[in-house]
């Protein structure tokens, strides 16, 4: 038995963030970043859609990007004083993450970070607030999915909390908070959202059920994400809705080892200056992983069928996934990402020397191998990796070698 897990509503299209109108209830907390929401005017507007619906709100401001613990704990204990019967978390997937973990402290306040991150070992939420999430990026569909990432700054690790219990309740899908996104962050959270609906489409967990949301959200960020990173206002909006498909495919249908890695090489070089910012960790490392996952004789097939379902070419099975793997690397070509760490800048661009130097790379990468092969996306991947492979993978991603093992 498998289980296909969505928010009972998703308000999508223009407008939808006037739904907060209808909303019943009596006080509503609002957690958002450090201030784009503010700055465009999203936040008054929900703010006053809420108070418009007769409800107290009050805020959790200044989410930090790749939120920590520490956050967590101490928007939790803002809820608990003020007592909301409704969470709204705007913006990114940093502050939609932390409001729902604040939102299992405020819950049950004797839980620890540790108990949270128990894999689908969440206790039964809603008892006291219900949870919506209005997503301003266009990448993380955390609106729509069953986890939560959040950053132990003193181990440098990305945990993921992953429990169908913290699936937001309502989805707000609205195409013009998309609107405001920069260049960057449009080039990131759209990689990031090709890499879900990859990793979910060849996962030991899909199935029909997520199969047929992953399969449209790849075509259709295929011809959506370029044209969106240079402006094109439509191809913006419908990228919106296609991140939030993949999301679909991936909260019930899982990820892959691409996100493995990512969550444990992207804080872990803090203290050389700069994060892997999570949607470019994903776009460099994936056409790595499907060459290693390629040996698995079920995601071969997957992903020729993907090269021939997003019209790459190629005769033979080894050439479809071939193309595959070009048609990705030249994405990150249009989109300014860089290949390799070594050549990713601490600005995220592609540099002649990464922030990252080969000495302090090669120092932890034992600790990342083994912290990726216990990440909570490794178990559905297609291949499980040995220490060893996933040493090999890394220094395939550090020094963009190709894979043939
Ligand atoms: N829960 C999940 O399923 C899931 C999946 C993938 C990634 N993640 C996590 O989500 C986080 C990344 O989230 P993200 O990529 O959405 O970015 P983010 O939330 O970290 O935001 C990045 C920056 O963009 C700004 N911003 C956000 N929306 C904007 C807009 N519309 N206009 C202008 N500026 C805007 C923010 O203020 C912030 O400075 C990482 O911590 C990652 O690990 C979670
Ligand atoms: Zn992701």
């Not at 260049?183 to 090709?194: F, P, R, W, Y």
């Not at 892997?276 to 290693?292: Q, S």
């Not at 220490?387 to 043939?404: Q, R």
């Amino acid at each position: 038995m498998q289980r296909f897990t969505n928010p009972r509503d998703i308000y999508h299209g223009e407008g939808a963030l006037e739904v907060l109108k209808s909303l019943k209830g009596k006080k509503a907390v609002i957690c958002v970043g450090g201030g784009s929401m503010k700055r465009f005017g999203f936040l008054d507007k929900t703010k006053a859609y809420l108070e418009e619906a007769g409800m107290e709100v009050a805020l959790i401001e200044g989410i930090e990007p790749d939120p920590s613990v520490t956050t967590v704990m101490e928007g939790a204990q803002k809820m608990l004083d003020f007592g909301p019967d409704w969470i709204i978390a705007l913006g990114g997937g940093s502050p939609i993450d932390a409001a729902k973990a604040m939102w299992i402290k405020y819950e049950y306040p004797d839980c620890t970070f540790e108990d949270m991150c128990k894999i689908f070992g969440i206790p039964e939420l809603r008892k006291k607030a219900k949870f919506v999430a209005v997503s301003s990026t266009s990448g993380t569909a955390t609106e729509v999915t069953a986890f939560s990432i959040i950053t132990d700054y003193d181990k440098g690790v990305k945990y993921p909390i992953a429990d169908f219990e913290i699936t937001p309740d309502i989805a707000i899908v609205d195409p013009e908070l998309a609107q405001t996104m920069p260049q960057k962050l449009v080039a990131h959270t759209g990689m990031d959202a090709i890499t879900h609906a990859i990793e979910a489409y060849v996962s030991t967990a899909s199935s029909d059920f997520t199969d047929a949301p992953a399969l449209f959200a790849m075509d259709r960020i295929k011809d959506d994400l370029v044209k969106s990173y240079n402006g094109d206002t439509e191809a913006r909006a419908r990228m919106h809705n296609s991140q939030c498909l993949a999301g679909i495919a991936f909260s019930s249908g899982l990820l892959g080892i691409v996100h493995s890695m990512a969550h444990k090489t992207g804080a872990v070089f803090a203290d050389q200056g700069a994060h892997i910012i999570h949607g470019a960790a994903n776009a460099m490392y994936l056409p790595k992983v499907i060459a290693f996952n390629a040996k698995d004789e079920r995601a071969a097939e997957r992903y020729a069928f993907i090269a021939d379902y997003m019209k790459l070419g190629g005769e033979t099975r080894d050439e479809k996934i071939a193309a595959l793997i070009a048609y990705l690397r030249g994405m990150n070509d249009d989109l300014n990402i860089p290949h390799c760490i070594a050549r990713y800048g601490a600005d995220s661009y592609p540099a002649e020397v990464g922030f990252v130097p080969e000495d302090v790379y090669l120092a932890r990468r034992h600790d990342i191998a083994v912290n990726a092969i216990g990440d909570a996306c490794t178990g559905s991947n297609p291949r499980q990796p040995s220490v060893e492979e996933m040493e090999k993978l890394l220094d395939c991603v550090y020094y963009d070698l190709d894979v043939d093992f």
